[in-house]
């Protein structure tokens, strides 16, 4: 009996000991869900994205009073890279590397039971890509159009996404004014750019914190 209870504290005190496993690095959980480019600079567009944290939907969108009505609902889906988007929670920033994917799709109206509004259409028209690599992007950020092939060439400056998302983005140059679940979380932080705060176009804020 004693021997037997001799070998059991022995086993404890080993398990006791034995270092326990290894914490995933940062930098790892971030290269899983990096930009991915090809030999010629082009960016791949991830298979995955549909997994990632999605922000929001937005019908119909247009930052251009004078665009004509085509007759035709859009809808486009908004996601951020998970790694990027636990950084946003700690900071109300975004990191290196952060990656967003805006997904458009057609509306569709009466689809099955459906008799009153709209749903998004199976059929993905088009992806564009908003990314911060600094490394590769004069600027920073950079956004990348994509069509039917899965890499996309980086859009040139001066593009008008540029100066739009510059001149009126709520945090770095990213519409998180748009992001319900993010846009109260940035002012918290006080992170909110100056653009931002100044401009009437995009409401948001309310005007008391615009101090």
Known sequence: MIRGLSIVVAVLLLLSAAPEPAAPQASA????????????????????Y????YLTSGLDMNYNTAAPVTGHSIFDNVFVNPSSYRAFLAT?????KTTFI?????????????RRGQSQGATVNAVEIHVKDEAKIPGK???????????????????TCYTCHEAHAAVDTT???????LIG????????????LKDTTFPGVPADSRR
């Open 141 to 159: 950020w950079g956004f990348y159009e994509f069509g039917s092939d899965h890499v996309a060439k980086l859009t040139a400056r001066p593009a």
């Open 175 to 181: 519409f998180v004014q748009f992001y319900p679940t």
């Open 185 to 196: 979380l940035a002012k918290a932080k006080g992170t909110l750019s100056p653009e931002y």
């Open 29 to 48: 959980i971030a290269a899983s869900d990096a930009p991915a480019y090809t030999a010629d600079g082009s960016m791949k567009l991830p298979e995955n």
């Open 102 to 114: 805006l997904e458009i799709r057609g509306a569709e109206a009466h689809a099955s039971i459906d």
């Open 50 to 53: 549909r997994e990632w944290v």
């Open 92 to 96: 109300g920033t975004w990191p290196d």
